[in-house]
C-alpha cells in the first residue's frame, strides 16, 4: 500500500486524511496522464465496455446517461459530498484536481456543451485547488460553494439550488438529462465519475480494464474509518477483498455510508454488482467498522438523529417518521423502554414515502443497524445498558466548509 | 389499472383519500396514505384526486416506452 503525502490545508478546513492505493494509484497517480479530445460515441462505447457505474451513490451506467443527452447539453459535476462520513470526493479534488478538471472538459467537449460545466462544492480547499487546476488547463470552469447540506446533494435538489430556487428536490422527479441546468438537459454527475472518464480515455478501454474483474474492471475510491488496519481514503481495485481494507468480514461492516447497510460481508470483494446480489449498496463507498469499546446502539442512534435533522422537512413520512424512529433508537440507546416491533413496523413504514431518497436510505440504515446488532439491541432493550459510551466513532458534525 | 401516486412534498395529511378509497388507501400513525396495490376504481380514484385540498394525489400514468 502506497501513502501519499496529503500536504498541508488551512487549519479552518479539515485535513485531507491519509491517502491510500492498493496496486497501481490511478485517481491518486503523482501526476495525471494526457488526456486525448474523444467524441461522444467513443464515450459511450468506452464507458460501455468497462461496465463504468456512476460514482455517486445511485451507481447509474455512465454510458446510459451520456447517450441520452442531446448534443449541447450541459454539465454538471455534483462534488458536495454531503455524507459525513466519506472523504473520497475532497481527497480526488485536492490531490488531482488536474485530472478532475480534465475529465470535466473531456465530457464538455464531447457533449458540444457551449457553455462552462457547473462544479458545485461545499468544501472551499477543493474549489480553491480545481479552479487553480482549470486556469492550468486553460479551461472554462463554473466552481460554485454550496451549502445545500446532504440532501441538498441530492441532483434535483442540486439542480433547485444551481439555478437559484430552494435547494430541495422536487415532489415530482424530473431528470437533469431532461430538464437541468437552465431547463435545459444535463450531463450530471459524481466527481469521481468525471475523473474516471479521464482516465478510461488516457488508457484506453483495454488500458483501463488491465485493473479489476472483467464484469467491473477499474478502480475506486473509499473511505475507510473506524476499527480498521488503515484509516483514509484509499484507492483500491475492484474485485479486492474487503477483508484486506477493513481487517475482517466475520463481523459488522457499514458499507456506503449512511444511506448504506450494515453487514456481515463473508466473503464480499469490492464490486458494485456483487455487492447489489447481497442487497448492500456501495453508495457513497464508505467502509466502516465499530472498534469493541464503543456502544453500537448509540452510535447508530447518533447517525439517525442527525439523519432525521438532514430532512429537507418536505414529505410527512420523513418529517414525522423519520424523527419518531430516530427517538425510538435513542430510547433503546438509553436502555429505555422501546416497542421494538413498532420501531420494525415504523422503519418499514418510511421506506420509499418521500420525493427523494433519503427516507429510503435512512430507514435501511437502521434496520440493518437492528439486525446485525440484535444482540446488544437485546440487551438494551431489556434495559441493560452495555456500560460502553458513544465514542464518536461516526462522525455527524459538518466536517466542510470551516467554521460554522 | 389506476394507480395511485402522491408528491409528498404537497401532502398534509388531510386524510380525505383514505376516507373516500378506504379499500385501497389506508393512513399512518401521522395520518399520511399509505398506498396500497389493490385495485383502485378510475371514477372513485378521479374523485379523491379532485378532493385532495393539497393537490398531492394525482393518478400515474404508466411511463411510456422510449
Redesign the interface.
Known amino acids: 500500500m502506497t501513502v501519499t503525502d496529503p500536504g498541508t490545508l488551512p487549519a479552518l478546513f479539515p485535513a485531507t486524511p491519509p491517502l491510500l492505493t492498493l496496486g497501481e494509484p490511478r485517481l491518486l497517480a503523482a501526476a495525471p496522464p494526457a488526456v486525448p479530445s474523444r467524441d461522444r460515441a467513443w464515450l459511450v462505447h468506452a464507458a460501455t465496455d468497462v461496465r463504468l457505474l456512476g460514482r455517486g451513490g445511485a451507481a447509474f451506467p455512465v454510458a446510459r446517461k451520456l447517450a441520452s443527452v442531446p448534443l449541447g447539453a450541459r454539465v454538471l459535476v455534483n462534488a458536495s459530498e454531503g455524507e459525513p462520513a466519506s472523504f473520497k470526493d475532497r481527497a480526488l479534488m485536492r490531490h488531482s484536481p488536474d485530472l478532475v478538471v480534465a475529465g470535466i472538459r473531456l465530457v464538455a467537449a464531447a457533449l458540444g456543451s457551449g457553455r462552462p460545466a457547473v462544479v458545485a462544492v461545499e468544501d472551499e480547499p477543493s474549489a480553491q485547488a480545481l479552479a487553480q487546476a482549470a486556469g492550468r488547463a486553460g479551461a472554462e470552469l463554473d466552481v460554485r460553494l454550496t451549502r445545500h447540506g446532504f440532501v441538498g446533494g441530492e441532483i434535483g435538489a442540486l439542480v433547485n439550488g444551481m439555478e437559484g430556487r430552494a435547494p430541495?428536490?422536487?415532489?415530482?422527479r424530473v431528470l437533469p438529462t431532461e430538464r437541468g441546468l437552465a431547463g435545459r438537459p444535463t450531463f450530471a454527475s459524481n466527481v469521481e465519475t468525471f475523473a474516471q472518464l479521464a482516465l478510461l480515455s488516457a488508457l484506453g478501454p483495454a488500458g483501463y480494464a488491465a485493473v479489476g474483474p472483467a464484469h467491473e474492471p477499474g478502480t475506486s475510491l473509499t473511505t475507510v474509518l473506524g476499527a480498521t488496519p488503515v484509516n483514509g481514503v484509499v484507492e483500491v481495485p475492484h474485485g479486492t477483498a474487503l477483508r484486506d481494507l477493513v481487517g475482517h468480514d466475520d463481523g459488522p461492516v457499514l458499507v456506503g455510508g449512511y444511506h448504506g447497510t450494515w453487514a456481515v460481508p463473508t466473503g464480499a470483494r469490492v464490486s458494485r454488482v456483487e455487492l447489489r446480489e447481497r442487497a448492500i449498496g456501495w453508495g457513497a463507498g464508505v467502509l466502516a467498522v465499530l472498534p469493541a469499546d464503543t456502544c453500537p446502539v448509540a452510535e447508530v442512534a447518533r447517525v439517525t438523529d442527525w439523519l432525521a435533522e438532514a430532512s429537507a422537512r418536505?414529505?410527512?413520512?420523513?418529517v414525522?417518521?423519520l424523527r419518531?424512529v430516530a427517538d425510538d433508537v435513542q430510547a433503546l440507546a438509553q436502555a429505555r423502554p422501546v416497542d421494538l416491533e413498532r420501531l420494525q413496523a415504523?422503519v418499514g413504514?418510511v421506506r420509499g414515502?418521500?420525493?427523494c431518497h433519503h427516507p429510503t436510505g435512512a430507514t435501511g440504515f437502521v434496520a440493518s443497524a437492528l439486525t446485525v446488532f440484535a444482540e446488544d439491541v437485546a440487551r438494551h432493550r431489556a434495559g441493560h445498558h452495555c456500560g460502553r459510551a458513544d465514542l464518536g466513532v461516526l462522525p455527524t458534525t459538518h466536517t466542510t466548509g470551516g467554521v460554522r | 389499472m389506476t394507480r395511485l401516486a402522491v408528491d409528498w412534498t404537497r401532502c398534509d395529511g388531510h386524510g380525505l383519500c383514505a376516507r373516500l378509497l378506504s379499500e385501497s388507501i389506508t393512513l399512518d400513525e401521522w395520518g399520511f396514505p399509505i398506498l396500497t396495490d389493490a385495485p383502485v376504481d378510475e371514477d372513485a380514484a378521479r374523485t379523491a384526486v379532485s378532493v385532495c385540498p393539497a393537490l398531492a394525489l394525482r393518478i400515474e400514468h404508466p411511463a411510456r416506452t422510449a
Do not use: E, H, T
Open positions: 430541495r428536490p422536487d415532489g415530482r418536505q414529505c410527512g413520512p420523513c414525522f417518521g419518531a415504523r413504514m414515502r418521500g420525493a
